[in-house]
Antibody, heavy 122, light 105 residues
Framework: EVRLVESGGGLAQPGGSLRLSCAAS????????MSWVRQAPGKGLEWVSA?????????DYADSVKGRFTVSRDNSKNTLYLQMNSLRAEDTAVYYC??????????????WGQGTLVTVSS | DIQMTQSPSTLSASVGDRVTITCRAS??????LAWYQQKPGKAPKLLIY???SLESGVPSRFSGSGSGTEFTLTISSLQPDDFATYYC????????FGRGTKLEI
């Protein structure tokens, strides 16, 4: 059974940092592209960042987080990360990690974690 | 960037109704479209991919159609469990979600 478990959310001050983790199990983690998708309270889904699987280190970011967030993965630990710096109030959201269905492209998400809440407030 | 426009934003219906949700892309995305269902406090669930392919385990009352810029999600006979919010997502170029359609009683 595919399982994705996010952690690391919490309260951060504007301008602060947080690091999210997503522990994966039940599949060969390295074979899949992975993404972070967020959902602000009462709002819709917004794709945040993606990292390709395999041996590639290709990453992509939404314009809203480019230069502030960094996605990475540790295939030996089956874990996806999102380093969030220079946080803003508008980054407040539930952050989901999601598994793409391919290794090197960007397709659709067939498995999602339960989400972790990030609140940016002073 | 490719924009996805969903309509309606809210849809009132009853058990047994046939409902259709529309998603329009700002440029052609071929059939690179997925549909998700999300219930309050839960993660989204994949329903349809490649515009019309039903994800394993999803009831056959859900169906998708369309290509290019116009797509539809149809639920043939609404069940109580179907009241939720539905999102379309293009994957022609990276990912973009529609703003969602809340299906309510």
């Amino acid at each position: 059974e595919v399982r994705l478990v996010e952690s690391g959310g919490g309260l951060a001050q504007p301008g602060g940092s947080l690091r999210l983790s997503c522990a994966a199990s039940g599949f060969t983690f390295s074979n899949y592209a992975m993404s972070w998708v967020r959902q602000a309270p009462g709002k819709g889904l917004e794709w945040v960042s993606a990292i390709i699987g395999g041996s590639s280190d290709r990453t992509d970011y939404a314009d809203s987080v480019k230069g502030r967030f960094t996605v990475s993965r540790d295939n030996s630990k089956n874990t996806l990360y999102l380093q969030m710096n220079s946080l803003r109030a508008e980054d407040t959201a539930v952050y989901y990690c999601a598994r793409d269905t391919v290794t090197t492209g960007t397709f659709y998400f067939d498995n999602w974690g339960q989400g972790t809440l990030v609140t940016v407030s002073s | 960037d490719i924009q996805m426009t969903q309509s309606p934003s809210t849809l009132s219906a009853s058990v047994g109704d046939r409902v259709t949700i529309t998603c329009r892309a700002s440029q052609s995305i071929s059939s690179y479209l997925a549909w998700y269902q999300q219930k309050p406090g839960k993660a989204p669930k994949l329903l349809i991919y490649k515009a019309s392919s039903l994800e394993s385990g999803v009831p056959s009352r859900f169906s998708g159609s369309g290509s290019g810029t116009e797509f539809t999600l149809t639920i043939s006979s609404l069940q109580p469990d179907d009241f939720a919010t539905y999102y379309c997502q293009q994957y022609q170029t990276i990912y973009t979600f529609g703003r969602g359609t809340k299906l309510e009683i």
